[in-house]
């Protein structure tokens, strides 16, 4: 089986250290880690299952290592391949736009014919407004980590979230093989 490729932004450190937590939980045998500042689109293209991380900056804003590759994302095809996302935001700081790049990211691929896996709820959540929301739903388009405000949840949230996307990946042994971590 190929391996997942996983892509993340970070400016402050946040995003890369929940992506490293994913691979530790799903394998490195499993998983290639990618800085978003560091890639081409070939990279991106070479994998067939995917794994996007974004945090919302501001006011809705897109970190700046996606925002330099943004074109760039919007010229793959996304076609035939099958993508996660887990975002990171602050629900009480910036409620009115909480996970809103994760949202824009995935308007973007799913325009490009993306499939999505790792939809995630929006219970334990409180925020006004978010582009991550799928409409008339109460889900997330990707994991919500919130590791201003609800940090005592993240391990927990990343364990479920993981056995969750092994199963909708069809990784060989499925939630059975996701490391279960307490970190």
């Not at 402050?12 to 939980?25: C, F, P, Y």
């Not at 800085?35 to 070479?46: K, N, S, Y």
Request: one cysteine or more; a negative charge.
């Amino acid at each position: 089986m190929s391996k997942i490729g996983l892509f993340y932004g970070s400016d402050e450190g946040n995003t890369e250290s929940i992506a490293h937590r994913i691979v530790a939980r799903l394998g490195e045998d499993r998983v290639d880690l990618h800085d978003i500042a560091d890639v081409t689109q070939l990279e991106i293209q070479g994998y067939e299952q995917l794994i996007f991380g974004i945090p919302t900056w501001d006011f809705g804003q897109i970190q700046s290592d996606w925002e330099d590759f943004w074109e760039d994302v919007k010229e793959i095809d996304f076609s035939g391949k099958t993508v996660a996302l887990f975002g990171l935001g602050d629900q009480f700081g910036y409620g009115d736009y909480f996970l809103d790049a994760m949202g824009m990211l995935h308007d973007v691929i799913v325009a490009s014919g993306a499939t999505i896996v790792g939809h995630w709820p929006t219970a334990g959540y409180e925020f006004e407004a978010s582009k991550a929301q799928v409409p008339g739903q109460n889900i997330f388009v990707g994991l919500a980590i919130d590791e201003d405000q609800q940090e005592e949840m993240t391990c927990a949230r990343l364990n479920d979230w993981c056995e969750q996307i092994a199963e909708e990946f069809g990784l060989e042994g499925g939630a059975d093989s996701v490391a279960l971590l307490e970190d």
